[in-house]
């Protein structure tokens, strides 16, 4: 099946930057887009930036202008460079694919684990 696997989260300081990465694998047929979202504790998951395969992006309102979401489509793979991060971004950030498996007609929805970003003051 699908797997989508996170990295480069961590400890920063507020002003810093991190670069996150989802490689997704399996017997995927297509990627029709690929986005972050976050979920912080007590709170709901948000979305935090998505981008199709055109190269159309959408980010919250509260990242515009510090996060820059990317792709490279030969690796199945999505970033998320972050920066001038703040207290308030910390969060564990989950990587998500609407994708279609091979010999599948369907497009489904797939998530990663979550990888935990954290801002200090």
């Known amino acids: 099946q699908v797997q989508l696997v996170e990295s480069g989260g961590g400890l920063v300081q507020a002003g810093g930057s991190l670069k996150l990465s989802c490689a997704a694998s399996?017997?995927?047929?297509?990627?029709?887009?690929m986005g972050w979202y976050r979920q912080a504790p007590g709170k709901q998951r948000e979305l935090v930036a998505t981008i199709t395969g055109g190269d159309s992006t959408n980010y919250a309102d509260s990242v515009k202008g510090r996060f820059t979401i990317s792709r490279e489509n030969t690796k199945n793979t999505v970033y998320l460079q972050m920066n001038s991060l703040k207290p308030d971004d910390t969060a564990v950030y989950y990587c998500?694919?609407?994708?279609?498996?091979?010999?599948?007609?369907?497009?489904?929805?797939?998530w990663g684990k979550g990888t935990q970003v954290t801002v200090s003051s």
């Open positions: 998500n694919a609407l994708l279609r498996l091979t010999f599948s007609a369907r497009e489904s929805n797939y």
């Open positions: 399996g017997t995927i047929s297509s990627i029709n887009a």
